[in-house]
């Protein structure tokens, strides 16, 4: 039997890790290089084994080497031929070569960024590479397979009805099992999660520091308003780096154009945009400047429907008042 843990540097999968040293079993430390993390993030993984004794965690990574191979090819084939402007074919062809960066070849590929309705990162950038890596081989042995997540019930409506134990399909053509095990399920309290690091000697990751309550991807497709904003406050590094995404990505869009945040996120945005497509130009009059990332941090700095600037400070969520961490 083998138990593999999976880490991502936040609270309640370095809990989970040190929940596997008190059951006093071998077992290996899993993360998943997403590319889109900060680097006290990583910092946070790297060093779980130095401060708790425990095993060193091994890193994997997707590569999209072969899907973005394939749609150079497609696009050379059939892009011309299906309508698509020129330029816009030699610009994709330009900018569809790996980059060695999981989040940013992922998006190469797929021609735009995820969303919400169509969250595809998780699967491809977490859930893929660990499967490929490192429980699928396990299997082939004909070992027994338990992973350990860090997820509890009252996160979600969703993970309120999973249960603390249950047996995974999907690999039948393996001879081993895979079983899932969430032994943090039943806790409720975040103060209960830092206390169980703590015991390790393990603080937070510093980002819970900022007031951030996602450390996971940096930011996430699904930051909350509040949270952009700081990040643009206190990271602005990472506002260009999406920046510089955001070309990119548009460049092997079949549209022209990619945005990291969605739209629709911004009423005041939404009502620029249908206004362009219900006048037909779209693709003509579209610009990263107007309806890219600054322009979503910008709206994240404002209340009232994007209205106007917000009147309060946003950086006193620290951790201690808005995680309970200083108790």
Request: proline fraction near 6%; aromatic fraction near 10%.
């Amino acid at each position: 039997m083998m138990h593999v843990v999976s880490v991502s540097g936040g609270k309640d999968s370095t809990a989970t890790y040190c929940r596997a040293i008190e059951r006093g079993l071998p077992f290996r430390a899993v993360a998943a290089d997403t590319g889109n993390e900060h680097p006290a993030t990583y910092e946070a993984v790297n060093s779980l084994h130095l401060k708790t004794g425990g095993p060193k965690v091994e890193w994997v990574k997707a590569d999209f080497s072969q899907q973005i191979a394939g749609k150079r090819a497609f696009i050379e084939k059939n892009w011309e031929k299906h309508g698509v402007p020129a330029d816009l074919v030699a610009r994709a062809l330009a900018v569809l070569h790996p980059t060695g960066n999981p989040f940013l070849d992922l998006c190469l590929w797929k021609g735009r960024f995820p969303s919400r309705k169509a969250q595809f990162c998780t699967e491809e950038l977490k859930v893929n590479p660990i499967d490929q890596k490192v429980t699928r081989p396990l299997l082939a042995t004909g070992a027994t397979v338990i992973s350990w997540q860090g997820v509890r019930a009252a996160e979600s409506e969703v993970r309120k009805y999973l249960p603390p134990f249950q047996r995974v399909g999907g690999h039948e053509d393996l001879p081993g099992q895979l079983y899932v095990y969430r032994p943090l399920l039943r806790i409720e309290s975040v103060e209960e999660v830092f206390a169980i690091a703590r015991r390790h000697g393990v603080d937070p990751n510093p980002l819970y520091g900022w007031g951030l309550r996602r450390v996971g991807c940096f930011p996430c497709i699904n930051c909350a308003k509040a949270e952009l904003a700081l990040v643009d406050q206190h990271f602005p590094e990472q506002i260009d780096r999406l920046e510089e995404w955001e070309a990119i990505v548009s460049d092997a869009c079949k549209r022209g154009y990619s945005t990291f945040f969605n739209l629709v996120n911004d009423p005041v945005m939404q009502a620029e945009w249908l206004e362009l497509e219900r006048t037909g130009l779209a693709i003509e009059r579209f610009s990263l400047e107007q309806f890219g990332i600054r322009r979503m941090v910008e709206w994240a700095k404002t209340d009232r429907g994007g209205r106007q600037y917000s009147l309060l400070a946003r950086d006193f969520n620290t951790v201690c008042n808005q995680w309970g961490a200083c108790e």
